[in-house]
């Protein structure tokens, strides 16, 4: 299976997102080879740091940079990887769209702010073109570093906006804005495998795990929400 992480803006956790993912991934017992199309290659910097990591995170998470000639995913010798999880840094790129084409899914991080929102349009359009190739292409959008106080209403807010792009649909995630995230970014970990493990954030990626790999979405508790998230 192909996933992507990807979008127009930066800085909205495609990298969090798919490192995070990529370590579940191999945490569980698969093949996962990380691909980083960032000329940033931060994916590629969290895994060189992890077999850094004084603890020796254990699986070691292969990663590769791959730029204009990303579609070899499709091809062999890439084939022996049960799952690639792509990191599709830089704004329209040429590597988002060419992936796009052969991917399963796309996921698109957005922080719920207006000028995050805005940027859906564009992604609308690329993920209906791309679909005159590729028509199954499922592309879900993850609301990230959603404020963790109750009383800031953009979270609702921009979910409720969500719905006027007819080539998107919500995936249900919202994931909040907490600093073990930044931590386990800078150890090449995953937020699971964080001492002492912050549970809140351990539950939402296990909940991104099984939107992506079960094709469901545990129900968001109302709590996380509203009220003390
Ligand atoms: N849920 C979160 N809580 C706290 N910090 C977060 C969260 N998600 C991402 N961050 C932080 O926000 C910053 C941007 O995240 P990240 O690098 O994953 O975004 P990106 O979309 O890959 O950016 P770029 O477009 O530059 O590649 C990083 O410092 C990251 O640690
Ligand atoms: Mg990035």
Known sequence: MIVILGGEKGGTGKTTLATNLAALRAIRGHDVLLIDTDRQESANFWALTRTRTQSGAKPVITSQKLGGSVLRIAQ?????????????????????????????????????????????????????????????????????????????????????????????????LVIHDRIVYRRAAARGLAVEEMEPPDPRAVEEMNRFYHEVYDGKTQPQQQTSLTQNP
């Open 76 to 172: 062999e010798p890439y084939r022996v990887y049960e799952d690639i999880i792509v990191d599709a840094g830089g704004r329209n790129s040429v590597e988002l769209r060419a992936t796009m084409t052969i991917a399963d899914v796309l996921y698109i991080p957005i922080q719920p702010s207006q000028f995050d929102v805005w940027t859906l349009a564009r992604m609308n359009e690329l993920v209906g073109e791309a679909r005159r190739v590729n028509p199954p292409l499922r592309a879900r959008v993850i609301l990230n570093r959603a404020s963790t106080n109750p009383s800031i209403t953009e979270t609702r807010e921009t979910i409720g906006i969500l719905g006027d792009y007819d080539q998107l649909s919500f995936s249900g």
